[in-house]
């Protein structure tokens, strides 16, 4: 899969590793793995989570962020908003193709 994965402010875990590829294997499917997404995990001062995003599909820049206490909770979140640019995307290049 095309999905790169940081860990910034925390130790990199296999599992987190695995569970941010099973909710983005959805992403790969539309995009036909043709586009990688860039995910950034950080953990703040302040014990929450921050999660970001970015992908350059056809051309338009897309980018999703999420903070949260719970690190799972924020991936989750950011999964979920880059799911719906994508979605839109794809759809809106399906009308004009």
């Given at each position: 899969m095309s999905i790169h994965i940081a860990f910034n402010n925390m130790?990199?875990?296999?599992?987190?590793?695995?569970?941010?590829?099973d909710l983005m294997k959805e992403m790969v499917k539309i995009t036909d793995n043709k586009y990688p997404f860039h995910v950034n995990l950080t953990q703040?001062?302040?014990?929450?989570?921050?999660?970001?995003?970015?992908c350059n599909y056809s051309g338009k820049?897309?980018?999703?962020?999420?903070?949260?206490?719970?690190?799972?909770?924020?991936?989750?979140?950011s999964v979920d908003a880059i799911k719906t640019q994508v979605i839109r995307k794809a759809q809106k290049l399906r009308h004009e193709g």
């Open positions: 130790k990199k875990s296999e599992a987190v590793t695995e569970h941010v590829q703040m001062n302040d014990d929450k989570h921050h999660v970001v995003i970015n820049a897309l980018s999703s962020n999420a903070t949260h206490v719970n690190l799972y909770k924020a991936i989750g979140k």
